[in-house]
């Protein structure tokens, strides 16, 4: 099904999209919060990417907990998808 969302990927935002990609594609089961940043990393390595700086990089899933904190998608662009939170595992639908 088609978000709308019109992502642009760039080495300088590798963080959050790998990060929003890997939650999305957990599906309905959702995934882990303390998963989260190894599948981001792993999913960068796999692309080919870095990831630099604090954010990008960080040692927690900044990029979904700002896409769930800020439901309005301020400055994350997820289209029509929503972000979730539950019982310790991120959901991105």
Known sequence: ???????????????RLCELAVVAAEGADGISENAVVAARRSYATHLGV????????????????????????NKINIGTA?????????FLK
């Open 50 to 73: 870095s990831l630099m700086g604090p954010t990008s990089n960080a040692e927690n899933p900044t990029h979904i907990a700002w896409a769930v904190r800020n439901s309005d998608h």
């Open 82 to 90: 929503e972000a979730s939170y539950l019982k310790g595992r991120y």
């Open 1 to 15: 099904m088609e978000c709308g969302a019109k992502l642009r990927f760039s080495e300088a935002k590798a963080g």
